[in-house]
């Protein structure tokens, strides 16, 4: 089992990017006031967490929330092909 991170537990990156690129992350760091680690380190991570986020959370349209809500409040009668389904997965599937 893997050990649970500490909060100062650090990681190496290296990356080479070009020299422009560089100069304009190292000037927008001095503009916040930050390093250009600590600059990277809030940028890059807020990113990365926008993009998990987006990835793992399912957005729906209000008529949709409405639709799925109703659908778990009332669900509809299993048809033919779910009775069968079912019926399958039972006997592929030994109980616990």
């Known amino acids: 089992m893997p050990k649970p991170l500490a909060?100062?537990?650090?990681?190496?990156l290296e990356a080479r990017i070009p020299v422009q690129v560089y100069?304009?992350?190292?000037?927008a760091a001095r503009l916040?006031?930050?390093?250009?680690?600590?600059?990277l380190?809030?940028?890059a991570g807020e990113d990365a967490?926008?993009?998990?986020?987006?990835?793992e959370i399912v957005r729906l349209a209000r008529a949709d929330q409405i639709r799925f809500a109703e659908a778990l409040i009332?669900?509809?009668?299993p048809n033919r092909?779910?009775?069968?389904?079912?019926k399958r997965h039972a006997e592929l599937i030994e109980r616990r």
Request: no cysteine.
């Open 41 to 43: 380190v809030a940028v």
């Open 81 to 86: 092909r779910l009775a069968r389904a079912a």
């Open 74 to 77: 009332n669900p509809p009668k």
């Open 7 to 12: 909060e100062n537990d650090t990681a190496r």
């Open 49 to 55: 967490r926008r993009v998990v986020e987006n990835a």
């Open 23 to 27: 100069d304009q992350m190292q000037r």
């Open 32 to 39: 916040r006031g930050m390093t250009l680690t600590g600059y």
